[in-house]
């Protein structure tokens, strides 16, 4: 079934993505797939939800899946024997039952493949304020965090599951999180105020590497990076997702697979804010249709992304 990585052939790479799904647009699944498929990943993708295109246009219609539903297409996978993934990838949930069962499934699967990595965005708010129901804040805490490998919350959502406040950079919240289970943490936004002033946004990351003799030691980065004037959709799913790819080209170096992941959103986002504004025209604020990401013309950046952003080993 695996190749050897010395062969031309190397290792097949399998990921198990369980996201929202939108017709038009980017976001979840769709922001996911093409990028990870593009860098020789193989993608299964279950859409949890199906709609029209993202919340944020005035209209969208769909459906959503229930944890039933999610638990019998896993059937369909497991009774063909292809339930072998390397990876497996969650975002946006707002329902108990649906993320308990997406534990049950990471379960089994880790069973399965031991050495399977979970890579956990707990999508629950932002800025202070919480936009899925707060009876799934426990489920994260208590069950989904204690078998996430990597996990990617903003600033706001590791305050909630710790429920310590982060002030500096030295505070202890990465610590706590490595404690509660993954082994690599990043808060992909802070509103930790930047050396370089305020039009830069901090990312921290934080990976605990154990060495053969049973110690454990941590990798702390720091990252400063250009805000952008705009609201987009998506771009979390995609951080989630490059962060996957480059962790698994670089296992034990967060600085590299960092630098890569947010190289390349500044590059979509960069292509995105332009386009958006080239259709608005002069002294007009683009519309959520105008701002869907840039994707499949960002194909070469996915590919190999310049780096515009150099982190700092803390």
Not at 10 to 27: K, P
Not at 98 to 109: K, P, Q
Not at 263 to 291: C, D, F, W
Request: glycine fraction near 6%.
């Amino acid at each position: 079934f695996r190749h050897r990585r010395s062969g031309r052939l190397a290792m097949e790479c399998r990921v198990l993505s369980i996201q929202s799904h939108v017709v038009r647009g980017y976001v979840g699944n769709k922001s996911a797939s093409f990028p990870l498929q593009v860098l020789g990943f193989e993608v299964d993708s279950i859409n949890s939800v199906q709609f029209s295109n993202h919340t944020g246009y005035a209209h969208w219609k769909g459906q959503v899946l229930t944890a039933e539903e999610l638990n019998v297409l896993y059937e369909g996978i497991k009774l063909n024997n292809v339930n072998h993934y390397d990876y497996v990838l969650t975002g946006y949930s707002r329902d108990v039952s649906f993320l308990e069962m997406v534990v049950d499934i990471v379960a089994e699967l880790k069973e399965a493949n031991p050495s399977l990595v979970y890579v956990c965005d707990p999508v629950m708010g932002d800025h202070g304020a919480m936009y899925v129901p707060e009876m799934l804040l426990p489920v994260y805490r208590d069950k989904v965090v204690p078998v996430a490998n990597i996990l990617t919350p903003n600033q706001f959502e590791a305050e909630l599951l710790t429920g310590r406040k982060m002030k500096t950079e030295k505070d202890a919240i990465m610590d706590l999180l490595h404690k509660m289970g993954p082994e690599t943490v990043v808060l992909t936004s802070t509103d930790l105020h930047s050396k370089l002033g305020d039009p830069y946004l901090v990312v921290l990351g934080s990976q605990r590497i154990v060495k053969p003799d049973g110690s454990s030691s941590s990798q702390k980065i720091r990252m400063d990076i250009p805000k952008v004037d705009a609201v987009f959709v998506g771009t979390g799913d995609l951080f989630a997702a490059m962060l996957l790819a480059w962790t698994h080209h670089h296992p034990k170096d967060l600085k590299a697979a960092c630098e890569k992941t947010v190289s390349l959103m500044h590059h979509v986002i960069k292509r995105t804010i332009t386009y958006a504004n080239e259709m608005a025209g002069p002294g007009k604020k683009p519309s959520p249709a105008q701002l869907e990401l840039r994707m499949v013309q960002s194909k070469k950046d996915i590919e190999d992304p310049a780096l515009v952003v150099e982190a700092t080993v803390l």
